[in-house]
């Protein structure tokens, strides 16, 4: 079959070039689902069959995305607006095609891979810009963000890799499903909140890089250098948000302040803060913090976390349980059960 005709489902939640990092010849340590420390292909996860498998757009759809676009600076609406007609325009293919009286083995191909490869290619796109970038701070060359050439795609891949994750996606309908209950809202909007996700999130991904891009000089930006025996984790919610803060937040508050970890490599980190309390990562990070940010991934991933070494998923699963006997045992005594660890 002809490239451009191949149809892919197994979409990466999680870009498997970054996850490389971790890898030795191309394996990766990992929590499986029974809970055990495995080590497999970065291929086959943080990846979910037809999970940016795009809806054929109508009316309604374009509407309540266009609704969405117009809380966003007027620039960006235009960056969206561009997105969203050529998807208009696939959708317009696909329509075509599904209410086409023909069959044919070609037309089938074709509608498939509107809407199984669309969106999956785009992020591709976003992906191979930063590819330099990436690499050159995976290898402790933070000077290749000196250019905004290189700033640009860097911040693009922090936003996108933010909004693309299932945690996200989870997390925000849920949040979005409260919401419509509290204001009593019509169940359909929750309906093409869901539906139209997948551009959505793409929207989201675009404003969170630009912002990012945008606030850089007020921001606090840290490359940190971890020469400890421990090495950094990352998991299928790559990068979190560990501003102080957060950790007061009630169920499903969105968060006013970020500091945004992101592990580069089992060596390497960066952070984009707006507090000022994790600056001296930037000269030196001990052992203790590196294992404080380990368990920040751990507990805010969505399914696994992946890692260089064994042994240090094993530590981090023993804490782990440690931490749940102890609060079980506490609130035992209260009556209550709280074993919520984020």
Partial sequence: MKKHKEIKRNHHYVWSHYLRRWAVNNNVFYISKSGKVSNDSIKGLAKETDFYKISPLNSEDIEYIRKFSSQSPEFLQEIHESHLEHFIKLSSITNAISKSNIYSEELESIDNAIKHNSLENLHSIFEDTAVNVINELSKGNVSVLSTSANMIPFCSYIGHQISRTQALKEQSLKAVKAGMLRINASPKYVALFEKNWWFLSFIFGLNIGMSLYESKERDKHVFIIN????????????????????????????????????????????????????????ALITTEEVNELNKAIYYKSYKTVFASEDQVLSELKAYNKAIKNRSVQKTASTGRANTRLL
């Fill in 227 to 282: 020469n400890t025996d421990t090495p950094f984790i990352t998991s299928d919610n790559p990068i979190i948000n560990v501003h102080k803060s957060v950790a007061g937040l009630a169920d499903l508050e969105a968060p006013t302040e970020a500091d945004f970890f992101i592990p580069l490599s089992p060596k390497y980190a960066y952070m984009i803060n707006n507090s000022s309390d994790y600056d001296h990562l930037g």
